[in-house]
């Protein structure tokens, strides 16, 4: 939006806050149906935590601008409503005051592009679901043929992935499991997610079949594997690498770690995790974990990288990650960026 449009506002917010308040809640409705359609209207009503009576209201109103449609299985949005809800996403970002927040990162962290989306994904699990298809949109935008994408386990690059499977494009592209990894839910391992974005972008993709914390002797032998290192190969040249961000809480769950092994980690000073590396607040690098693929000083060599992640809980983590990885663009949520300006400016 041009300068003129976050002009006018500004205005509106000082003379007309009330628009800005129903904008608001018709975006978080429109949000809604898009993510769990179809929908009813008492589901819709206890997801947004509203009066079944404000919901009816709204959704009468909505639904005369054909922005959505009602059947015997419930509502689903219109082409017209998805258009709207695609352009709401915007004008929420303005008033938000997001632009500024994301330059005030860039600066502050020295980092090439920042991407905020509204609200926070600890509050609301929508958010993590916009931060899919953020994610989306950017590789969408990123991506050439030919091109090796190398990702990350965990729910927000599952949420990526399914993002892709709706946006109906396709690209020739090699996609492979940034680090090998079998400690997890199927679902949200870094193999899964690998083939399920292949799958969506109609391209091919290698699987790296390692897991976690074997010993240095057995990681070394399984390198030399001609099948292992062919995709070890690949990962390193990959062209553009896509990873979420953990806390030391959150990554010693999905990885099943015991008591003593988590408060080892802590006592080092770890205060989040990407790519198998427990890292500190300054960005120092205080243990890892056991394993093969992409390493944390790889990143520099890659084209493009891309950290995914939200939330205010993983804000801290996401700041050492930042710190130990500046060249990476960051794409996150307002309750995170807030806290990590209010991190950095508390120092």
Known sequence: MGDKVQELIRIQQIIAPEITKIIQLRYDI???????????RRNLASQLKLGERVIRGEISFLQELNLLHINQWGMTLTEEGERITSYLEEYIRQFGGLSSLEKKICRY??????????????VNPMVKSDLGRA??????????????????????????????????????VLVVPARGGLGEKVEIQANTIAAQIAE???GDYKLLHVPDNLSPAALRTLQNEPGIKEILDLIAEAD????????????SSRRGLGEEEVKRIISKGAVGEALGYYI???????????????????????KLVVAIAGGKKKA????????????????????????????????
């Open 30 to 40: 429109l949000r809604a149906i898009l993510y769990n359609q179809p929908i009813g």
């Open 109 to 122: 962290l020295n980092l090439p592009e920042v991407i905020i989306i509204p609200g926070d994904s600890d």
């Open 135 to 172: 994610g989306a949109r950017y590789l969408k935008n990123k991506l050439q043929p030919k091109q090796i994408l190398a990702v990350t386990g965990g729910t927000t690059l599952a949420e990526v992935a399914e993002a892709l499977g709706n946006m109906r494009f396709k690209m020739d």
């Open 200 to 202: 969506h972008l109609g």
């Open 240 to 251: 553009l690498v896509v990873h979420g961000i953990g806390t030391i809480e959150e990554m």
């Open 280 to 302: 500190d607040s300054k960005g120092k690098i205080v243990d890892v974990i056991s394993s093969i693929g992409l390493h944390l000083e790889d990143l520099k060599k890659s």
């Open 316 to 347: 801290a983590a996401i700041l050492a990650c930042m710190y130990a990885s500046p060249q990476s663009t960051l794409i996150t949520d307002q309750g995170a960026a807030e806290e990590i300006v209010r991190l950095i400016e508390e120092k």
